[in-house]
């Protein structure tokens, strides 16, 4: 009797840990478990993982914070061999962990001096970080809209900026041609341009890029993606075009031409209207024969390296996406003679469909 009482003991014992290792199991949502497969299969490719008690630990308990973004938080922190990183903490609320998804499958495939670096990653339950190498110059657009450059007291010259410009564009044309699976990056601008110590531009934040075939460059999207200001028109209207690497392109020569003006393209805080649209006030300045340039003295050298980012800027966002030229063009015309540069069509005519956004997005924000 005894003995029957203890085999029905064990029986419910482990009838109730199973039921209960299966209530744990389930805890765990679908897109976790696609985490976790997702990590497993990319094997030896896959960056080191770190836990959340070490992710603590080198950040000193988030002590030190960088910046604040709509996918969380970054913070400065420091590997137990003395390199310093930059720690972005996800919110686990933010893309279900597709943005976490495409950051780690698109970085860890890359390796050129103008894209950032994963050091590592943490995936632990609910909790989500990616491990950057530290880059202590921050983000380009501190340096380059007016108002934040008299924050820094820094104001960056025109061989620097030149140099950064075309420092990005070798990252660019490396993540869609030099990569074994092309990717499109979809948020390219100046708060995604981590700059190091010698001002060295990398580009950052891959969670919204896509990955897709080297021989192929067209991608299906189900609804539009990037930063207003900076978003291709083919992205949110199929009638301007496929959304592909051209794409990068125009989102490229918008920050260029911030790059170029100190400010944000579209800027409401002027008193003329005709200049709140930056690259319209641009065209219509080049088309009179005026030259677009900051106030103060610049060498010969200078103007030459202005004329060729605004030339540069206005041809990558052209309103088609097949006018527009590739990463590798705007890298030659970025190096070669300025007079060999022609003044690209202008996509700011009344009649453009173009043209017709731009009315749309100064009415609506006025």
Avoid at 9 to 19: A, L
Avoid at 46 to 67: E, H
Avoid at 129 to 156: C, V, W
Avoid at 166 to 177: K, N, Q, S, V
Wanted: glycine fraction near 8%.
């Amino acid at each position: 009797m005894m003995i029957m009482c203890i085999i029905i003991c064990i029986y419910k014992w482990r009838k109730n840990s199973s039921t209960i290792t299966t209530v744990m199991f389930w805890k765990k949502t679908k897109n976790d478990r696609d985490l976790e497969a997702f990590i497993r299969n990319y094997g030896s490719l896959a960056p080191k993982r770190y836990s959340f008690s070490n992710v603590k630990k080198m950040t000193n308990s988030f002590k030190d914070k960088l910046g604040q973004g709509g996918y969380g938080g970054v913070y400065k922190g420091k590997l137990q061999d003395g390199q310093l990183v930059a720690v972005k903490v996800l919110n686990t609320s933010k893309g279900n962990g597709q943005d976490f998804i495409n950051e780690v499958a698109s970085i860890s495939r890359t390796s050129h001096v103008n894209v950032v670096t994963l050091v590592g990653f943490c995936l632990e339950g609910s909790s989500r970080a990616l491990i950057y190498e530290f880059m202590p110059k921050g983000s380009l657009e501190k340096f380059i809209h007016r108002k934040d450059t008299l924050k820094t007291n820094q104001h960056l010259g025109w061989e620097k900026l030149y140099q950064i410009a075309l420092g990005i564009a070798r990252g660019l044309e490396y993540l869609h041609r030099g990569c074994n699976t092309r990717i499109l990056h979809f948020d390219i601008k100046p708060h995604n341009i981590l700059l190091d110590e010698d001002f060295c531009p990398k580009i950052s934040d891959f969670g919204l890029a896509k990955l897709c075939p080297k021989n192929e460059s067209i991608v299906s999207m189900l609804e539009a993606r990037g930063t207003i200001g900076y978003i291709a028109p083919e992205v949110f209207n199929r009638n301007f075009g496929e959304v592909s690497h051209k794409s990068d392109v125009y989102s490229y020569g918008m920050m260029v031409l911030e790059m170029v003006g100190g400010r944000k393209n579209l800027h409401l805080g002027v008193d003329n209207l005709s200049e709140i649209y930056f690259p319209k006030w641009i065209y219509k300045h080049l088309e009179l024969g005026e030259e677009i340039r900051p106030s103060g003295a610049m060498t010969r050298e200078e103007k030459d390296m202005a004329k060729k980012m605004i030339f540069v800027g206005l041809w990558c966002i052209q309103t088609i996406p097949l006018d527009r030229p590739s990463m590798n063009k705007v890298i030659d015309m970025l190096q070669g003679s300025i007079e060999t540069l022609k003044i690209p069509p202008n996509p700011f005519h009344s009649t453009s469909p173009r043209q017709t956004l731009i009315d749309s997005a100064t009415v609506s924000m006025s």
